[in-house]
């Protein structure tokens, strides 16, 4: 999300062999409607929202993934001071889940599989604190089930190197711009989307074994 990448990628994008496999990807989209008291919510951040986003509506039981900011302490962010590195925050989603449908561990896994947890402060070429991947807890319970996935993941030797995923408590979640929201389904033809975005959601679609819609 660079702009410097954003850059370079539209150089060859019309070129890219990768702009034709992925020219029609279905992509998933939430369904945006205020929180029900029955709903359940979840937060990570794990590099590019956009790319967070649809990794989890891709999931069976997940109404919507919110792309925002959180983890930091600027109570005023937006995208320009979030990407300059001085509100604290991180790029992440809110997830709005049917616990009857999908658990709180299946989620944390697909967080897990859908990035690389062992990379501090950067997902591929996004570099910067707020690239850095979070996991956040509501509860005790949360905690524990995010530690324990580290855990199995670390013992299995899944990585070469340590993960440094943060586990930290929820505290705030604002949303980004409305520009943000759905922006893969919205822009399919950006160079960043063709070349990082989706070919990453493919991946992941390829090897995580999850319930998808």
Same mark, same amino acid.
């Given at each position: 999300m660079k702009? $410097?990448?954003?850059? /370079?990628?539209s150089i060859v994008s019309f070129i890219s062999c990768a702009q034709t496999q992925t020219s029609? &990807?279905? /992509?998933? #989209?939430? /369904?945006s409607k205020a929180p029900t008291t029955k709903e359940s919510v979840a937060t990570f951040a794990e590099g590019c929202f956009w790319h967070a986003e649809i990794v989890f509506q891709s999931l069976k039981g997940v109404r919507d993934? &919110?792309?925002g900011y959180s983890g930091g302490h600027d109570k005023r962010p937006d995208y320009e001071k979030v990407a300059g590195g001085s509100t604290g925050h991180a790029e992440a989603v809110q997830v709005y889940y049917?616990?009857?449908k999908i658990s709180f561990e299946t989620l944390v896994a697909a967080f897990f599989a859908s990035q690389d947890p062992t990379t501090l402060n950067r997902q591929g070429n996004d570099v910067g604190t707020e690239y850095r991947s979070i996991a956040f807890y509501r509860n005790e319970t949360e905690k524990q089930i995010i530690e324990a996935e580290i855990k199995r993941l670390t013992t299995a030797k899944k990585y070469k190197n340590k993960i440094v995923t943060q586990v930290i408590p929820f505290d705030r979640f604002y949303p980004a711009e409305t520009y943000h929201q759905e922006y893969i389904a919205m822009h399919p033809e950006n160079p960043y989307v063709q070349n990082v975005? $989706?070919?990453? @959601?493919? #991946? @992941? !679609? !390829?090897? @995580?074994?999850g319930n998808f819609k």
């Open positions: 702009s $410097i990448f954003a850059t /370079i990628l029609n &990807v279905a /992509i998933p #989209k939430g /369904i993934a &919110v792309s049917d616990s009857t975005s $989706i070919p990453d @959601f493919l #991946k @992941f !679609k !390829k090897e @995580f074994k």
